[in-house]
């Protein structure tokens, strides 16, 4: 399966799903059964209510970005196998100083079934479907979002509570690797063709399951092209335990691009079209 990691090389507003939908449209015109991928997302309460309000209404959370993945993937994808692990933000987003916890209020981890195997008891019973499992930040007390969760937690198979940052760490060591290789795998079995988006300016979003054939780096006026085995090995050198949260501009300071695309600004209904018109040239397709 042919897959393309886009990592934005800004912290903000660098332009990932904007080219991760303009990439997923051109691979799915010719021909190619394709599926966005974001292992890791997340949403603000307050900036974000209208969506965050939308999916917890229907016992769901996931964001904006990943229906707009959703839309140009083939088929009828749920947002959770898109999106795995999605985060809830609180405000202001930071971490708290006593605790070591980041001011989230909670993450949705979603487990996609693989068969079972001695050392994998998630699926017992055999319910053939996903399986939802929420951690709840016990710092955070919000009043007003107790009844937006309730459908959330009503269809979650377990909730598990942290009040500091090794509480946390121990569940994220255990449950959202498994999570994002759970939902990987099966995009892979089902797709041609995968885009995996980053989130932020994380280096490598989805940790050691990814296995891409193209790194694409995206910020304002230009596309950067990488090769895959070195940038992965630059990340390696960065952070030898290979942590998800090293940063592109750590990585970029030993690596050099392929090659550079340049592109102009446009306006928000012509963005995908225009990024769909370099595409050819980002790919090198003759």
Wanted: with cysteine; glycine share 10%; charged share 30%.
């Amino acid at each position: 399966m042919y897959q393309v990691l886009v990592v934005g090389l800004k912290g903000v507003d660098s332009g990932k799903t904007t080219f991760s939908r303009a990439l997923l449209s051109h691979l799915r015109g010719k021909g190619l059964n394709v599926c966005g991928f974001k292992p890791m997302a997340g949403n603000n309460i307050w900036y974000d209510y209208d969506v965050v309000s939308r999916a917890l209404s229907e016992g769901r959370l996931y964001g904006r970005d990943v229906g707009l993945l959703k839309e140009v993937s083939t088929g009828d994808v749920p947002e959770e196998l898109i999106n795995p692990v999605h985060r809830l933000w609180s405000e202001p987003s930071k971490i708290d100083a006593s605790t070591g916890v980041p001011t989230f209020i909670i993450d949705r981890i979603t487990f996609w079934p693989e068969g079972k195997s001695e050392d994998d008891d998630e699926y017992e019973g055999g319910r053939g479907d996903e399986r939802n499992v929420l951690v709840k930040n016990a710092n955070i007390h919000l009043n007003g979002v107790k009844k937006l969760l309730r459908k959330l937690y009503s269809k979650a198979a377990d909730v598990y509570r942290v009040e500091d940052a090794g509480g946390l760490n121990g569940l994220v060591e255990a449950h959202y690797g498994r999570a994002i290789g759970s939902a990987y795998r099966k995009i892979a079995k089902e797709h041609d063709a995968m885009v995996i988006e980053g989130y932020s300016d994380a280096a490598l979003p989805g940790g050691e399951v990814l296995e891409p054939d193209l790194v694409v780096g995206v910020e304002p006026w230009q596309i950067s092209v990488y090769d895959p085995e070195r940038y992965l090995d630059a990340v390696r050198l960065m952070t030898p335990s290979y942590s998800k949260e090293v940063s592109t501009g750590k990585v970029m300071e030993l690596l050099s691009p392929k090659r550079v695309v340049e592109h102009r600004p446009s306006g928000p209904e012509e963005r995908v079209d225009q990024l769909k018109k370099i595409i050819p040239e980002v790919l090198e397709e003759g």
